[in-house]
């Protein structure tokens, strides 16, 4: 139901779709160069992260839910860009939603930025994966 | 038109030291008519963080595999490939890479199958480049296309297929380079690397296990000459006339143990299995053999 699609991740979708493929992996990058820090409170406590252990290179996520706005947070090495770039297209996609809207996002919407023949379907995974372990994260948040 | 082998004394002992260059001379080099330096990662972006000036960027994925057929791609597009990258059939091919080298003895692996026959690894690969401080840019290369030729892959001397590796079992040593958990069967991928689907875990019977990253020194070049003995001749009982064959999960680790065997300890006719444990652990009625130890074939 891509036309329900949050806007933010429905920009996203269509600013690499409307690229060719060797700009999608250039856009790709500027994602990986703007996933921002985090925030000092997690820096310092490495036990709230939780790895993505789908992913090939490490990440770790955290996802917050305060007054019905989600916020996730990410950290992946330099060495690993493209998974930094995953970690933040969905940062900056689903910071903001509401958790009704972040459970309700497709899990193959990784599958339509049009990134599989530029990074490959495997790649894709970790991100689907990413996806994943976000959603769980915030069924476990908004349970309590 | 190939540029002259490094000299350096620390390859001396291996049996084909020209297949290596050290970071010095790759420096000292750059630019050189008939050289092209390619970069090979794991990560397909990397690349494009920076790279040694000149380099060309060669995917394992997006440009040497098959995008259809679980295989490399055919000798037409191994020369629309390699053409595009303006790279010459007589041409020098300097590949580093990531993790190690690890996909760049992939990459050079697949180079071999279509018999160019100048191509080397950077020692201690690119994670040495930069740790030295060596220079790199985020510019990309521009290299005018070239005529590569046709040449049709030779999938015989180099590579086996799983009907190769059940002929071969109990008479040809295996060398299973994944690591211990995945060759226990506790697991069927890497520890931290994604699920690629084989159905059933543990290893092919009679293979030793010999992670791969055992052929590699802390600096992430390869070690002498009398430690990887010790680890395949004295550790894993490979023997010369062995014709050995490698595998791991999809090829690439494998292709990495491949080029110990073949290009610094001098084995003959060792192959790697690319189907590897994505095949086997999916294939019906083979056999496998769980546990820390090599296990026993099968009667026939």
Same mark, same amino acid.
């Given at each position: 139901?891509?036309?329900?699609?949050?806007?933010?991740?429905?920009?996203?979708r269509d600013d690499f779709l409307a690229l060719g493929q060797r700009d999608r992996l250039q856009l790709l990058l500027e994602? #990986?160069?703007?996933?921002?820090?985090?925030?000092?409170?997690?820096?310092?406590?490495?036990?709230?992260?939780?790895?993505?252990?789908?992913?090939?290179?490490?990440?770790?996520?955290?996802?917050?839910?305060?007054?019905?706005?989600?916020?996730?947070?990410?950290?992946?090495?330099?060495?690993?860009?493209?998974?930094?770039?995953?970690?933040?297209?969905?940062?900056?996609?689903?910071?903001?939603? @509401?958790?009704e809207q972040v459970l309700d996002v497709p899990a193959d919407y990784p599958h339509t930025l049009g990134l599989t023949e530029?990074? #490959?379907?495997?790649?894709?995974?970790?991100? @689907?994966?990413?996806?994943?372990?976000?959603?769980?994260?915030?069924?476990?948040?908004?349970?309590? | 038109?190939?540029? &002259?082998? *490094?000299?350096?004394?620390?390859?001396?002992?291996?049996?084909? !030291?020209?297949?290596?260059?050290?970071?010095?001379?790759?420096?000292?080099?750059?630019?050189?008519?008939?050289?092209?330096?390619?970069?090979?990662?794991?990560?397909?972006?990397?690349?494009?963080?920076?790279?040694?000036?000149?380099?060309?960027?060669?995917?394992?994925?997006?440009?040497?595999?098959?995008?259809?057929?679980?295989?490399?791609?055919?000798?037409?597009?191994?020369?629309?490939?390699?053409?595009?990258?303006? =790279?010459s059939r007589d041409d020098t091919v300097v590949i580093y890479g990531d993790k190690n080298n690890w996909w760049a003895a992939?990459?050079?692996?697949?180079?071999?199958?279509?018999?160019?026959? *100048?191509? %080397?690894?950077?020692?201690?690969?690119?994670?040495?480049?930069?740790?030295?401080?060596? !220079?790199?840019?985020?510019?990309?290369?521009?290299?005018?296309?070239?005529?590569?030729?046709?040449?049709?892959?030779?999938?015989?001397?180099?590579?086996?297929?799983?009907? *190769?590796?059940?002929?071969?079992?109990?008479?040809? /040593?295996?060398?299973?380079? %994944?690591?211990?958990?995945?060759?226990?069967?506790?697991?069927?991928?890497?520890?931290?690397? /994604?699920?690629?689907? $084989?159905?059933?875990?543990?290893?092919?019977?009679?293979?030793?296990?010999? !992670?791969?990253?055992?052929?590699? $020194? &802390?600096?992430?070049?390869?070690?002498?000459?009398?430690?990887?003995?010790?680890?395949?001749?004295?550790?894993?009982?490979?023997?010369?006339? *062995?014709?050995?064959? $490698?595998?791991? +999960? =999809?090829?690439? %680790?494998?292709?990495?143990?491949?080029?110990?065997?073949?290009?610094?300890?001098?084995?003959?006719?060792?192959?790697?299995?690319?189907?590897?444990?994505?095949?086997?652990?999916?294939?019906? %009625?083979? /056999?496998? $053999? +769980?546990?820390?130890? /090599?296990?026993?074939? !099968?009667? +026939?």
């Amino acid at each position: 139901m891509s036309s329900d699609l949050p806007a933010p991740l429905a920009e996203i979708r269509d600013d690499f779709l409307a690229l060719g493929q060797r700009d999608r992996l250039q856009l790709l990058l500027e994602f #990986s160069n703007e996933l921002p820090g985090l925030p000092e409170r997690y820096s310092e406590h490495p036990d709230l992260l939780e790895r993505v252990e789908e992913c090939q290179s490490p990440v770790y996520i955290f996802v917050e839910v305060e007054d019905g706005v989600v916020r996730m947070h990410a950290t992946a090495p330099a060495e690993a860009p493209t998974t930094r770039g995953f970690a933040s297209i969905l940062a900056q996609g689903l910071t903001g939603l @509401t958790p009704e809207q972040v459970l309700d996002v497709p899990a193959d919407y990784p599958h339509t930025l049009g990134l599989t023949e530029a990074v #490959s379907p495997l790649r894709i995974r970790g991100m @689907t994966a990413m996806l994943g372990r976000i959603k769980r994260q915030v069924r476990e948040k908004t349970a309590a | 038109m190939a540029v &002259e082998v *490094d000299q350096s004394a620390q390859f001396s002992d291996y049996a084909h !030291p020209e297949r290596l260059v050290s970071t010095e001379w790759l420096e000292s080099k750059l630019g050189a008519e008939g050289l092209v330096v390619v970069e090979s990662d794991e990560d397909v972006l990397l690349y494009e963080t920076g790279h040694i000036p000149g380099a060309v960027k060669i995917d394992w994925h997006t440009d040497l595999n098959d995008p259809v057929t679980r295989d490399y791609v055919d000798g037409e597009g191994f020369a629309a490939l390699l053409g595009g990258k303006g =790279i010459s059939r007589d041409d020098t091919v300097v590949i580093y890479g990531d993790k190690n080298n690890w996909w760049a003895a992939y990459a050079l692996w697949v180079f071999t199958l279509f018999g160019h026959e *100048d191509v %080397r690894l950077l020692d201690g690969g690119r994670d040495k480049w930069l740790a030295e401080g060596r !220079p790199t840019t985020t510019e990309p290369t521009e290299r005018p296309a070239v005529d590569y030729p046709v040449v049709e892959r030779d999938d015989s001397r180099i590579r086996a297929f799983r009907d *190769d590796v059940l002929a071969a079992l109990g008479s040809a /040593p295996l060398i299973d380079v %994944r690591s211990p958990e995945e060759y226990s069967g506790e697991r069927t991928t890497a520890p931290a690397y /994604p699920e690629e689907g $084989a159905l059933r875990a543990g290893h092919i019977p009679s293979a030793q296990n010999v !992670p791969w990253g055992k052929a590699a $020194a &802390e600096d992430g070049t390869f070690k002498p000459l009398s430690e990887l003995n010790a680890i395949y001749r004295d550790g894993a009982g490979l023997a010369d006339g *062995d014709n050995v064959i $490698a595998y791991c +999960r =999809i090829g690439e %680790r494998s292709s990495h143990t491949w080029f110990v065997l073949t290009h610094l300890l001098g084995f003959e006719g060792v192959r790697n299995y690319d189907g590897s444990w994505t095949e086997w652990g999916s294939a019906v %009625r083979v /056999p496998i $053999a +769980r546990g820390t130890e /090599p296990g026993e074939v !099968p009667a +026939r």
